[in-house]
Each structure stands twice: as C-alpha cells, then as structure tokens.
T-cell receptor
Framework: ELKVEQNPLFLSMQEGKNYTIYCNYS?????LYWYRQDPGKSLESLFVLLSNGAVKQEGRLMASLDTKARLSTLHITAAVHDLSATYFCAVGPTGANSKLTFGKGITLSVRP | DGGITQSPKYLFRKEGQNVTLSCEQNLNHDAMYWYRQDPGQGLRLIYY???????QKGDIAEGYSVSREKKESFPLTVTSAQKNPTAFYLC?????????????FGPGTRLTVT
C-alpha cells in the first residue's frame, strides 16, 4: 500500500528566510503533485512533477522530484505572508486505478 | 469557462436525513472523486469513478452512496447511516488519458448536521 508522508506537519516561517519542506513516499512512482489549500477553501494545483529530476518553479516556490529516493522537496525562497497555507503532496496513480494518495499536508505560517 | 462546480456551498441538515451533494464538471474528464476533509485534517477518499456507470469504494465509503449516470456528473448522497457527516466535502476530476492524472478540485460543500 502506498504511503505518503509529509514533514514537518506545521512550520512557522520568518518573513524573508528560506525553507524546505518534504514529501516522501513508499512505492515507486514517477508522478507527484503539489497542491495548496487556503483556510476554508478548496485545493489549488501548484506543480505537476512527472519524471525523475523534474524541477518546477513558480514565484518563490520551487518543487523537485527524486524518484530514486522517493522524495519531493518544496523550497520556499524569502518567505512572505501570502505563502501561509496548507500544502499537500499527492502521488500516483499506482496500479490499475487512477487514485492519488495524499499526504496529511503541511501548514505553513509566515510571521513578520 | 471549464471547471468543476459543487452545490450548495453550505448545507444544513437534521440528523437522520439523507442529503445529496452535487458535483458537475465540463472538463470532459473521465474520472471523478469524492473526498471528505475534517477540520485540521487531510483528505480521505470516499468514492471514485473512472468511467460512466462504474464506481469504486474509497477508504471511507460506509454511509455514503454515489452514482455516475453521466460523464459530467457524480452526485454524493450522505445517508443517515453515516455517523459523523459534518465535514467539508470536496469533489475532484481527472482526465485519465495521455498520462494525465492530475486532479482538479471543485470549491467544496460544507455540510453541517445537527
């Protein structure tokens, strides 16, 4: 059974500093997705990583995928308040069905 | 504009009543999904459907039912058998062709049962 772990589950960030959050998973997969959720809202797609070594960047966020290590990282450059949200990673599909397996999410809070 | 719509945004029901949540997509996606999210928690998969007229149970299907009679629509019924139905319900869809499995989410329905 595929398991997806995110850590840390909560991160308090200082404005202007750099941080990295992690998503690791238990079964071979070359597809990984990052989503953002603001409080009380739905999930918004951030990045789709479809191969080993894939790197995507959008503004202050950069995501990468290492399928050999079964690890994705989300790097935050010079954190700003607008980045405060919960970030989910999802992996899959694996097998015959199209399900994705989601991590529990990491809540980021940026303080002045 | 293409997208996924869920209605209503907020729903209030008395205990013991069945309630149906609507999910419609005009993205021409093959697959659709229902998730439940409790406060401060992640997503839990209730049911999913990869093609019309077929669906599979997810991790927490008990007390829920679905149908997929049309490609665009995947309604979820929360029955009185669901012991703790108060939650945020999210519907999603994915293309499932050409290696495209990214899920797109609707705005969600917040259900409160008292």
């Amino acid at each position: 059974e595929l398991k997806v772990e995110q850590n840390p589950l909560f991160l308090s960030m200082q404005e202007g500093k750099n941080y990295t959050i992690y998503c690791n998973y238990s079964t071979t997969s070359d597809r990984l997705y990052w989503y953002r959720q603001d409080p009380g809202k739905s999930l918004e797609s951030l990045f789709v990583l479809l191969s080993n070594g894939a790197v995507k960047q959008e503004g202050r966020l950069m995501a990468s995928l290492d399928t050999k290590a079964r690890l994705s990282t989300l790097h935050i450059t010079a954190a700003v308040h607008d980045l405060s949200a919960t970030y989910f990673c999802a992996v899959g599909p694996t097998g015959a069905n199209s399900k994705l397996t989601f991590g529990k999410g990491i809540t980021l809070s940026v303080r002045p | 504009d293409g997208g996924i719509t869920q209605s209503p945004k907020y729903l209030f029901r008395k205990e013991g009543q069945n309630v149906t949540l609507s999910c419609e997509q005009n993205l021409n996606h093959d697959a659709m999904y229902w998730y439940r999210q409790d406060p401060g928690q992640g997503l839990r998969l209730i049911y999913y459907s990869q093609i019309v007229n077929d669906f599979q149970k997810g991790d927490i299907a008990e007390g829920y039912s679905v149908s997929r009679e049309k490609k665009e629509s995947f309604p979820l019924t929360v029955t009185s058998a669901q012991k703790n139905p108060t939650a945020f319900y999210l519907c999603a869809s994915s293309l499932n062709r050409d290696r495209s499995y990214e899920q797109y989410f609707g705005p969600g329905t917040r259900l409160t049962v008292t």
